[in-house]
């Protein structure tokens, strides 16, 4: 049962566009998002993350929108640069008396285009 | 350099045989969690420990299992290997507060069974 959804599994952009990463989850009783970005050989990397009492957090190019109702976030890197082609995922938890296991969706393939 | 340490960063092995991978977490850090990220696959939660006690648990086989150490180390043993357990093995480390925060991750260990 896959309660965080990425269901595209690659993006392809180009430099200085807007890219647009999504994500869906199924359990209500998640309250806090996070992405993480990965490059190859390399661990996952926290990028930015939204608490569910906000709809809207921004960090730099990366900006992450909450729809709590439609149980759906994504992730906006503008201007996209070469620099963000990784793989992103999107990442949920719930607070459980301080266990805080973070649930990932499969990830997504982001290639920015020179 | 997220501060997580992971050895050995590659390992192959035979069927049937056992093996201890290494994390040691941030420093300050008290809670560690596994991850497996398979081929194609997301990263699958196996289980968290706090302060050296298991706190939470995923989709960790029988074969599986994993200690924290006085020192806040951890080690997860797999025994009896399998072919299908070939995977990346992530590390990550958090204070563990009850407040939600992310996770940083080690650069992982490479499994190849053969």
């Known amino acids: 049962d896959q309660q965080v959804k990425q269901n595209s599994p690659s993006l392809s952009v180009q430099e200085g566009r807007i890219s647009i990463l999504n994500c869906d989850y199924t359990?209500?009783?998640?309250?806090?998002f996070l992405w993480y970005k990965k490059y190859p050989a390399e661990g996952p990397t926290f990028l930015i993350s939204?608490?569910?009492?906000?709809d809207k957090n921004e960090d730099g190019r990366f900006t992450v929108f909450l729809n709590k109702s439609a149980k759906h976030l994504s992730l906006h890197i503008v201007p996209s640069q070469p620099g963000d082609s990784a793989v992103y995922f999107c990442?949920?938890?719930?607070?459980?008396?301080?266990?805080?296991?973070?649930?990932f969706g499969k990830g997504m393939k982001l290639t920015v285009n020179p | 350099d997220s501060g997580v340490t992971q050895t050995p960063k590659h390992l192959i092995t035979a069927t049937g045989q056992r093996v201890t991978l290494r994390c040691s977490p941030r420093?300050?850090?008290?809670?560690v969690y596994w991850y497996q990220q398979s081929l194609d696959q997301g990263l699958q939660f196996l289980i968290q420990y706090y302060n050296g006690e298991e706190r939470a648990k995923g989709n960790i086989l029988e074969r599986f299992s994993a200690q924290q150490f006085p020192d806040l180390h951890s080690e997860l043993n797999l025994s009896s290997l399998e072919l299908g357990d070939s995977a990346l093995y992530f590390c990550?480390?958090?204070?563990?507060?009850?407040?939600?925060?992310?996770?940083?991750f080690g650069q992982g260990t490479r499994l190849t069974v053969v």
């Open positions: 990550a480390s958090n204070p563990g507060s009850l407040e939600n925060t992310e996770a940083f």
């Open positions: 990442a949920a938890s719930t607070p459980q008396g301080g266990s805080e296991k973070l649930v």
């Open positions: 939204i608490s569910s009492i906000k």
């Open positions: 420093s300050g850090d008290l809670s």
């Open positions: 359990n209500s009783m998640f309250d806090y």
